[in-house]
């Protein structure tokens, strides 16, 4: 089979990296373009690319996906298959194109949690199974026939960046077993079923990341552990922003929630609705993360 591959995060490296130690053809990567980063602006390129260039596979990273030039350099590959993995919506010239169709890696067991931040939020949301899911493409987004899924549990303990590595190598595990189905045309697809009680995976803005401490302590356990390492819950102490990383709780009632208590014998806790949140690791604003003596130090 010829492979045209999409991606751009290091999420889609894991996967690139299998399909080419498997000896499948990839014989062009598609990824972001250059963009600047860091406090000089220096062009900086995608995950997937440094990935790319260093196994020598073509390179295309087209700035738009309808332009005729992109189109015609992608009709001259002549793929039998396309896998996208974290990388933006494609046009329907562009997935519809392979005869074998262009197959997806989405960190969800769909049809729950379609959207842009799957894993911040099952964590979020409290969930104790979360998973992987190949399918193939259609118009609408992460709506497309299942090929294969792989449940992952997610610990008590887990943040986003645990979680993200464990989905990471499970789904480069599953692109190999579904590639391995497609390449031997031995496979069935599944409808997926929508019910209203499905959740969903929306972009994470500002306004999720604020907590409010008139909620129950797990509510806002997880979404702690839902926002890290990126881009991090905070609350405002003293007029300035306080992102949390990382902490535990204690029940205890009877509480103004908003409440700070400083070496009580914790450095440094917060009332929320049942209790007590203790941080661990937190970052004051324009200050780097610190472990929470130090933020305590910081204030004496």
Not at 53 to 62: E, G
Not at 210 to 225: D, F, P, S, V
Request: aromatic letters at 8%; charged letters at 20%; hydrophobic letters at 40%.
């Amino acid at each position: 089979m010829r492979i045209v591959f999409y991606g751009t995060p290091e999420f889609a490296v894991a996967s690139l990296q299998k399909i080419i130690d498997q000896g499948f053809n990839v014989v062009a990567v598609v990824t972001a373009p250059d963009r600047p980063a860091g406090r000089g602006m220096h062009l900086h390129q995608s995950d997937v690319k440094t990935f790319a260039l260093a196994h020598n596979l073509r390179v295309l990273q087209p700035t738009n996906l309808k332009s005729p030039q992109f189109m015609e350099e992608l009709k001259s590959l002549k793929p039998d298959l396309q896998i996208i993995i974290a990388f933006r919506m494609l046009p329907e010239p562009v997935w519809s194109l392979p005869p074998l169709g262009t197959l997806n890696l989405h960190a969800s067991l769909l049809p729950n949690y379609r959207g842009a931040a799957p894993i911040n939020w099952a964590i979020i949301n409290g969930e104790t199974i979360t998973g992987v899911t190949t399918f193939f493409l259609k118009h609408l987004i992460d709506t497309g026939n299942i090929l294969m899924q792989q449940e992952v549990e997610i610990l008590k303990d887990d943040d986003v960046g645990i979680l993200h590595d464990n989905l990471m190598n499970v789904g480069s595990d599953l692109v190999i077993k579904s590639l391995k189905k497609i390449e031997a045309s031995h496979y069935v697809t599944t409808p997926q079923v929508v019910l209203t009680e499905h959740k969903h995976a929306p972009k994470i803005f500002t306004p999720h990341c604020e907590i409010n401490w008139n909620q129950a302590l797990l509510k806002i356990h997880n979404l702690i552990r839902g926002l890290s390492p990126y881009p991090g819950a905070f609350t405002h102490y003293q007029t300035k922003i306080l992102k949390i990383y990382k902490g535990y709780y204690q029940q205890d009632y009877g509480l103004i929630p908003g409440t700070v208590l400083i070496n009580s014998p914790e450095p440094f806790k917060i009332a929320g609705l049942d209790g007590w949140y203790c941080p661990t690791l937190v970052q004051p604003e324009g200050k780097r993360k610190m472990p929470i003596e130090d933020f305590v130090n910081g204030l004496k």
